[in-house]
């Protein structure tokens, strides 16, 4: 039975409790995490591991911002406080937007294009395409809180630290964006694969504002 996303007063509560549309993929050469459903919510179980989840939107949303709520098992094994460079390059959770744009793959880049852009890419309605990956990080030093960038490996990815997640337990987390974005899809970031990390992260509840 296909889920749908529960519309709520202006708000997309995406369905965390059942797998419905979510997308579980996989990284070439990297563990793939644990994902299961229950009426908690979504936990992603990461034992030195990491993989992309995905919920396409039924059809482009205007967001104005994200509030999610869940619940931290443990930090990740940060050997210092530069979180997100090489060797330290891992989140317990970081909420992606898939904004669209006109960016598309010829048919050359798609045969020797990574499967994760090539998926990201398919993501994009017919006819049209999209702009990159805007990420909310949460980060566990309050020293990167505003730090942003592209990301290194892609212009593809664009990161922002938004949120401290700096100790164990139930989470609040609220950002308003700057600016409203034109929405195709969600795409959740939550990994421990270069800092050997193990733990889970449970999201009950997910909003898209609008």
Known sequence: MKLNTLVLAGAIALPVQHEGNWQLLEYNRLDANQVTFTDQGMTVTVDQSAS?????????????????????????????????????????????????????????????????????????????????????????????????????????LYENNVWLLDKNGDFTLTYKLENPEKVIAVWLSIDGDDTQSSYTTTIKNLLLDG
Not at 58 to 85: E, F, I, Y
Not at 116 to 140: C, H, M, T
């Open 52 to 156: 992309p989840i995905i919920y396409p939107l039924d059809h482009p949303k205007t967001v104005t911002g994200v509030t999610v709520t869940g619940n931290l098992s443990n930090l990740l094994n940060l050997p210092n406080a530069n979180q997100g460079q090489e060797g330290s390059d891992d989140f317990s959770l970081k909420i992606g937007l898939v904004i669209a744009g006109d960016k598309t793959l010829n048919a050359v880049q798609k045969l020797f294009s990574a499967k994760w852009v090539r998926k990201l890419y398919d993501l994009a309605p017919e006819g049209s395409g999209v702009d990159r990956i805007y990420f909310l990080n949460a980060v566990q030093n309050k020293d990167l809180l505003g730090q942003q960038r592209q990301h290194p490996l892609s212009d593809l």
